[in-house]
T-cell receptor
Framework: DVKVTQSSRYLVKRTGEKVFLECVQDMDHENMFWYRQDPGLGLRLIYFSYDVKMKEKGDIPEGYSVSREKKERFSLILESASTNQTSMYLC??????????????FGPGTRLTVL | GQSLEQPSEVTAVEGAIVQINCTYQTSGFYGLSWYQQHDGGAPTFLSYNALDGLEETGRFSSFLSRSDSYGYLLLQELQMKDSASYFCAVRSDSWGKLQFGAGTQVVVTP
């Protein structure tokens, strides 16, 4: 079974702190994604990566950065956390999409609260 | 701009049929996916349509009309466990990037 794990289920941080959210997948997927999920807004793409050392901005990258030093690991970084970054953060991975479809597999999510 | 529209909530009784519509406007289109998410859980893949027509997987079916930029998810013989949020998502590039709608909460009542 594909497994995507995230470093924390719940996290509480202070405004201005640097926050690291880690995601690891064990299926040798090329693609990895970070989303945030807020009520009524669905899943919004923050950053994604199609290969090691590669990163692309999604729809809402402001205030975030990412790192992909190894194929299985994709980290989301909040350089200086703010209260409007309180949200559920979801990581996903998928195989590269040359086939008819490429299902995304999601981790359990990290609920981040910034005080 | 890019947008996906789906109803925010649908309520139905056990055993009924529910159709969740999704209209989209995106810069790239390779296919339409549907994901299910139970409260507190992670989204899980349900179906994918790249070509026009109906795809059936057990009690769930998904339809796509590319000319109308429209699709739907059909849930038949509703069960209590089908109470969840359902998201349509457009695959917007050849590598696998998805753009999600805001989700439809399906509430199944006894």
């Amino acid at each position: 079974d594909v497994k995507v794990t995230q470093s924390s289920r719940y996290l509480v941080k202070r405004t201005g702190e640097k926050v690291f959210l880690e995601c690891v997948q064990d299926m040798d997927h090329e693609n990895m994604f970070w989303y945030r999920q807020d009520p009524g807004l669905g899943l919004r793409l923050i950053y994604f990566s199609y290969d090691v050392k590669m990163k692309e901005k999604g729809d809402i990258p402001e205030g975030y950065s990412v790192s992909r030093e190894k194929k299985e690991r994709f980290s989301l970084i909040l350089e200086s956390a703010s209260t409007n970054q309180t949200s559920m953060y979801l990581c996903a991975s998928s195989p590269q999409g040359r086939g008819p479809y490429n299902e995304q597999f999601f981790g359990p999510g990290t609920r981040l609260t910034v005080l | 701009g890019q947008s996906l529209e789906q109803p925010s909530e649908v309520t139905a009784v056990e055993g009924a049929i529910v159709q969740i519509n999704c209209t989209y406007q995106t810069s790239g289109f390779y296919g339409l996916s549907w994901y299910q998410q139970h409260d507190g859980g992670a989204p899980t893949f349900l179906s994918y349509n790249a070509l026009d027509g109906l795809e059936e997987t057990g009690r769930f079916s998904s339809f796509l009309s590319r000319s109308d930029s429209y699709g739907y998810l059909l849930l038949q013989e509703l069960q209590m466990k089908d109470s969840a949020s359902y998201f349509c998502a457009v695959r917007s590039d050849s590598w696998g990037k998805l753009q999600f709608g805001a989700g439809t909460q399906v509430v199944v009542t006894p």
